[in-house]
């Protein structure tokens, strides 16, 4: 942060305007932080825990723990205070620091069986309850430990091994409890510097945070590596102002999870179909320009200078606005987390808004595999990257389809792996081979050029009662590229044919809905509409169309409302819960498979 110190470092939003920081400032607040830490009587290796929402102090928190020697633990601040509590308590967490008394309500009685706890210091707002701080008066506890021990941080700065524990990361825990993932300063380290080196970052770009800091995809590639390149960070109000944000941050660098893509995308598909032919046709166009020109980029060749002054004609005549509506200076969307559609990832590159798909797992930093500038396949996630090691176990398993290559359980060794799970040897030595391996758990294949292709999660590959196994991830992915679908979630687990849950995209739904004269104000009746129940069968058929017999889609269900995060169905990188789904829908799916019939 001395390095950068003049340099703006953070922008955020406070009582409805902008205001910044610089990384002088930064580093004076991180280093208050530690000091508070230190005369609380932490040492080395101890907990300390965030449970808050992005923000410049979650950042702060970050830096001061693991800066000095302690362990960052992440809680996500959609947990309920019982999965809070789980982590707090499985951890030792020492002290706490919580987004608001809102939020630290959630623990209520829980808090009682935390002995480890000592303290819970309040980013915001302000609560008198035994053992509890708020933020300012913590900063000022650390300023004058400071102004006593000027050295000490320097000292335990310089102390910090690559082999250290840095932050134990809790997985989602969407089969029993959570397990928290041992990632060292060495891991996020090799992974950022990695970063850094395949994607060029500068002080000049901006990037926008905008998905959870608890999550390693963001708190690598959204934290510490723009800050390690002395970077801005702009910090977004929420998911619902994130078009306005982007429109005033102008960010150059975005991490984003597929559903992002997928609403923008939907969007721009809705808009276009309530224009004029002439201007469909004019998109249409201007979209099918750039797809010609997105093959030289997959081949890594200069376009030829026909082709080259067309594209300049389609944007200026029409794509110009759709990398407008991303702040219209981005050079990279990086896209993790889940599998992006290879119809979006190609429909974002011809607009003129790149998109780096990549792949990696919390257990390793995150990053295995990414797309980069120079080194595209569309529709795979991308070459291994330096010094880490990839290979396939093949060894008894049966492809559910026919693949061009060997396809096999994904596995890796390097400097970006996992010790393993916290206290939880058992857990460990499951994903773990003798040869050091760590088994993914995600089946995939290589291509002749090195790109590896995501195929499924060997865990929830569907096996069906007549042994044909169905790859849900795919279909679900077409599914959702269909106008009215928003979510999907196959079935088919030792039954006899596939089946579906479906959730609508409810601005389209909606639309159609004044179209045709149907009343939208109830959900619940709107999705039993017999013409909606049409709808969604033209849908589905137009996906099977695409599928093998035996993978078609033979009857569906419609929701009335929305899976979130809140609600529990996905998890907070907005991967789908498929356990948590299959029983809080199994009468709507005994349903399914006792009349075989579609609709609400």
């Not at 460990?428 to 089946?443: L, S």
């Amino acid at each position: 942060m001395a390095t950068h110190g003049p340099r703006t470092a953070q922008e955020w939003n406070r009582d409805g305007g902008w205001t910044t920081r610089t990384y002088a400032q930064f580093g004076d607040a991180v280093a208050d932080l530690s000091y508070g830490l230190a005369a609380q009587g932490l040492e080395k290796g101890d907990r300390v825990a965030v449970w808050s929402k992005n923000s410049p102090r979650w950042s702060e928190v970050d830096f001061a723990a693991v800066g000095a020697g302690f362990v960052t633990v992440p809680v996500y601040d959609t947990l309920t205070g019982e999965k809070a509590a789980y982590i707090l308590k499985d951890s030792e967490a020492k002290v706490l620091f919580v987004q608001d008394p809102a939020i630290l309500e959630r623990l209520g009685a829980h808090r009682d069986g935390l002995r480890h706890l000592q303290l819970v210091v309040l980013l915001s707002g302000s609560k008198a309850l035994p053992k509890t701080m708020d933020y300012d008066a913590f900063a000022a506890k650390g300023r004058a430990h400071r102004a006593q021990n000027p050295g000490w941080l320097a000292h335990r700065v310089a102390e910090v091994d690559p082999d250290d524990l840095s932050s134990l990361v809790y997985t989602s825990g969407t089969t029993g409890d959570p397990k928290g993932v041992m990632l060292t300063h060495g891991n996020f380290a090799s992974n950022a510097c990695t970063a850094l080196s395949l994607v060029r970052i500068t002080p000049e770009d901006v990037f926008l945070s905008f998905l959870p800091l608890s999550h390693v995809f963001e708190r690598t590639g959204g934290h510490f590596a723009p800050y390690a390149a002395g970077a801005k960070v702009v910090f977004a109000r929420s998911i619902d102002t994130l078009t306005d944000d982007m429109a005033y941050a102008h960010p150059t660098l975005m991490m984003a999870v597929p559903r992002l893509y997928e609403k923008i995308y939907a969007k721009v598909q809705d808009k276009m179909a309530g224009e004029s032919g002439l201007k469909r046709k004019l998109f249409a166009w201007a979209i099918g320009v750039g797809r010609q020109a997105i093959a030289f980029t997959e081949r890594n060749e200069p376009l030829p200078p026909k082709l080259q002054r067309r594209l300049n004609f389609a944007t200026k005549l029409v794509l110009h606005k759709l990398q407008a509506r991303v702040g219209g200076r981005l050079r990279y969307f990086v896209s993790g987390g889940a599998p992006l559609s290879k119809e979006i990832e190609t429909f974002f590159w011809a607009a003129g808004i790149p998109v780096l798909q990549g792949y990696g797992l919390t257990e390793t930093s995150p990053v295995t595999n990414v797309n980069r500038p120079g080194a595209v396949r569309f529709g795979s996630v991308g070459l291994t990257i330096p010094r880490v090691e990839l290979r396939l176990d093949t060894a008894d398993w049966v492809p559910a389809a026919p693949r061009p290559f060997p396809e096999g359980e994904v596995c890796y060794r390097g400097p970006n792996v996992m010790q393993g799970y916290w206290r939880n040897d058992k857990a460990t030595r499951e994903v773990f081979d003798r040869e050091g391996w760590f088994h993914t758990g995600d089946i995939g294949y290589v291509d002749a050029d090195g790109y590896l292709f995501i195929t499924d999660r060997k865990k929830e590959i569907i096996v069906m009662s007549n042994g044909k196994k169905v790859p849900p991830q795919s279909i679900e992915g077409a599914l959702k590229l269909q106008p009215h679908i928003a979510q999907a979630c196959l079935l088919g687990e030792q039954r006899n044919y596939i089946a579906t849950l479906l959730v609508p995209d409810w601005d389209a739904l909606e639309k159609f809905a004044l179209a045709n004269g149907i009343a939208a104000a109830d959900r619940e009746r709107l999705v039993s509409d017999p013409r909606v129940v049409s709808l969604f069968e033209r849908e589905v058929e137009a996906v099977n169309a695409g599928l093998s017999r035996y993978e078609q889609i033979k009857t569906f269900w419609v929701l009335s409302a929305d899976w979130t995060v809140e609600s529990g169905e996905l998890t907070p990188s907005l991967k789908i819960k498929r356990r948590v789904i299959a029983e809080k829908f199994r009468p709507a799916i005994e349903k399914l498979y006792a009349t075989k019939r579609g609709g609400a």
